[in-house]
């Protein structure tokens, strides 16, 4: 299958790229400006998602598509925003598919999401599966956890503090607990439902083998970068949102209120896509000791 491919540049889309290639596609990916070349068998079509007029070529041909696009902090003043790329966006790429008469489309989303989340991350990104949901088209949608591989953000950013500092700061009392899963399982379940019939109008939620508490998450880190014991500083609720919204607008500022709330409430998930997927996900431990190093 010829799949066009939105937001494949990034963390999660390289390693989606590997695992439809090992499967004998080819890929169009879309891409700002053409640059050098990826893998053989990967075509690039310059567009954006933003722009419904610049899709319409670069998906005819095809026969399915995969929206990768997301991020998890705005900067309205630069234009992104999770309207604009959440729902906007979405809508846009479900369009395109229709207009080119492709059946079939895969959406990442988020673990989390739903009509009344706390967050608006997990608001926008309910918004834009009603979109998928509306379409009438052929759809898949994944709901990952906290994904981790070596170019992931998260841990490597504790890793770094860890390493940095004498001690981490901890929001509230890290008892809330995340599931993680790791890059190379998700894009696995994304391949593989392309030739899944029966992952058809169905939503996944993604998650690994570990369920841990924010503190063993940093634990776990220190002790692969040959930490005896992780200092943690708790830094109460209370007081982060009253600091927070008043940095939150700075790029420089490491985190905003919509991610408190999403860590806080938790990240996890039952684990039943294994019923229809059928492999074993990686331990985080073991995933992660593969691109940690003291």
Not at 65 to 94: C, Q, S
């Amino acid at each position: 299958m010829k799949i066009f491919l939105c937001g494949g540049t990034g963390f999660v889309g390289g390693h989606l790229r590997k695992a439809l290639l090992e499967r004998e596609h080819t890929i169009r990916l879309l891409v700002h400006r053409k640059r050098e070349s990826f893998e053989a068998g990967v075509e690039q079509a310059e567009g954006d998602v933003t722009r419904p007029e610049t899709l319409a070529a670069a998906v005819a041909g095809c026969d399915a598509t995969i929206n990768l696009v997301g991020i998890i902090r705005e900067f309205p003043a630069r234009g992104i925003t999770f309207e604009k790329l959440h729902v906007e966006a979405m809508k846009n790429v479900v369009e395109a598919a229709r207009g080119a008469g492709i059946r079939r489309h895969l959406q990442m989303s988020a673990l989390g999401t739903r009509p009344d989340a706390t967050s608006l991350y997990h608001r926008t990104k309910y918004r834009g599966e009603e979109h998928v949901r509306a379409s009438g088209l052929d759809w898949t949608i994944f709901r990952p956890s906290l994904i981790f591989g070596p170019r992931d953000a998260f841990v490597n950013m504790l890793a770094g503090y860890i390493r940095s500092y004498p001690a981490v700061p901890v929001i509230g009392d890290g008892r809330y607990r995340l599931q993680p899963i790791s890059a190379d399982d998700v894009a696995r379940c994304f391949a593989m439902a392309l030739e899944m019939p029966e992952t058809a109008g169905q939503t996944y939620e993604l998650c690994g083998p570990d369920r841990l508490t924010y503190n063993e998450l940093l634990d776990t880190i220190g002790r692969l970068l040959g930490k005896s014991r992780v200092v943690k500083i708790p830094n109460p609720l209370g007081i982060m949102k009253a600091v927070v919204p008043l940095l939150q607008g700075f790029s420089f500022f490491p985190i905003t209120m919509d991610q408190i709330a999403m860590l806080v409430e938790e990240n996890i998930c039952d684990g039943r896509w294994q019923e229809t997927f059928r492999f074993a996900p990686e331990r985080f431990e073991a995933g992660i000791a593969k691109y940690l190093r003291p």
